[in-house]
């Protein structure tokens, strides 16, 4: 029996060495530990053996061994198999080109970096504030009590706590002079809404740059130098403006300033309703009421604001001549501002 044990045993090892695959290893492990196998066998010939606890003992130790050197070698050929899978697996290539469909800048952003560059440059700080304000913000502390007519020029969209939309970016002016007090440069760009109908120089999201500056003795010549400053340094060129009054209950005096149409050339064109001029940057000089709201003392202090139109800006600037086009979303119209 011992022999017999023996004579296996080698053969074991001789055909474990020959397997290859886990086809073959699996027929082995049948052929030696399965219910017709070798160690079955064996162990049915025990009770004719002489020694059977030696020979028990023997059988034993070389079913632990087959089934241990089994499991090894399914172990390693599983192991190969992932290494193997890794080797040949696709490597990151550093030297391939990169995809080159790149994302490019939203027209309005050029814009607001633009100006914000040029006033940061004469000195004034940038604020952010929130697109969802309330009522006082909006309007009261801007010299527009309930009820007054200019609330029908900016309706807007309420929510169900009272909050609102900001219809200008005026709506943070109230902000700032408590943050800074005076004196104080500040320009504030923002996103603003109205609820009013669309056609290509509307649309009821758009953009703003509000900007302040309050001092001593600030006159409308400080007002005028700043816009026709920043306007030649947007444009590159001396752009043909005019100014004229208009109301706006936070400022006194209130200017409408008009910029040439770049469109048309002043012609008249959809762009600027015909007019050849487009409203760019109405301004004023604030309104001590707006002051005295804001905490800044009015007997010291004077200044002036404007609430530069981004998205106009925009299209004059680039020659956009349908203001719905900035929120829609098209790839064909925001690829062109990818060299920019
Ligand atoms: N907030 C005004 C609007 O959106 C624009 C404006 C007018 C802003 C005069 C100003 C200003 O700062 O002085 O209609």
């Not at 304000?133 to 900016?154: G, S, T, W």
Request: proline share 4%.
């Amino acid at each position: 029996m011992q022999n017999k044990i023996l004579e296996l045993k080698s053969a074991f090892a001789a055909a474990l060495a020959e397997a290859s695959g886990a086809a073959a290893l699996e027929n082995l492990r049948v052929e030696y530990l399965g219910k017709k196998g070798h160690i079955a066998s064996l162990m049915s010939e025990l009770r004719f053996a002489e020694d059977k606890k030696a020979a028990g003992q023997l059988i034993n130790d070389f079913k632990t061994e087959v089934t241990e050197a089994i499991e090894r070698a399914v172990e390693e050929l599983r192991a190969a198999a992932i290494a193997e899978k890794v080797r040949s697996a696709k490597k990151y290539n550093p030297t391939l080109k990169m995809h080159e469909e790149l994302g490019s800048y939203h027209p309005i952003t050029l814009a607001t970096r633009e100006v914000e560059d040029i006033f940061i440059s004469m000195g004034f700080t940038i604020e952010n504030y929130d697109e969802i304000v309330d009522d006082y913000k909006c309007f009261e502390a801007l010299n527009i009590p309930k009820h007054h007519p200019a609330r029908d020029m900016q309706d807007t969209y309420y929510l169900d706590n009272g909050q609102l939309l900001k219809t200008h970016t005026s709506a943070a002016q109230n902000y700032i002079m408590k943050k800074y007090g005076a004196p104080l440069r500040a320009i504030f760009p923002g996103r603003c809404f109205r609820n009013e109908s669309t056609d290509a120089c509307h649309e009821n999201t758009f953009f703003q740059m509000e900007g302040m500056m309050i001092d001593e003795n600030i006159s409308i010549s400080n007002l005028i130098y700043f816009m026709k400053t920043m306007l030649s340094e947007v444009f590159q060129r001396d752009v043909k403006v005019r100014l004229r009054p208009g109301f706006f209950p936070f400022v006194e005096p209130g200017f409408e300033l008009d910029i040439n149409c770049e469109i048309c050339g002043g012609e008249g064109c959809p762009s600027c309703k015909n007019s050849g001029w487009l409203e760019l940057c109405p301004c004023g000089m604030i309104h001590p009421n707006v002051l005295r709201e804001g905490g800044i003392d009015t007997e010291k202090y004077s200044g002036f604001a404007f609430g530069l139109g981004l998205t106009r800006l925009a299209m004059m600037k680039y020659g956009v001549k349908d203001i719905r086009d900035f929120n829609s979303g098209s790839l064909k119209a925001l690829s062109q501002f990818k060299s920019i």
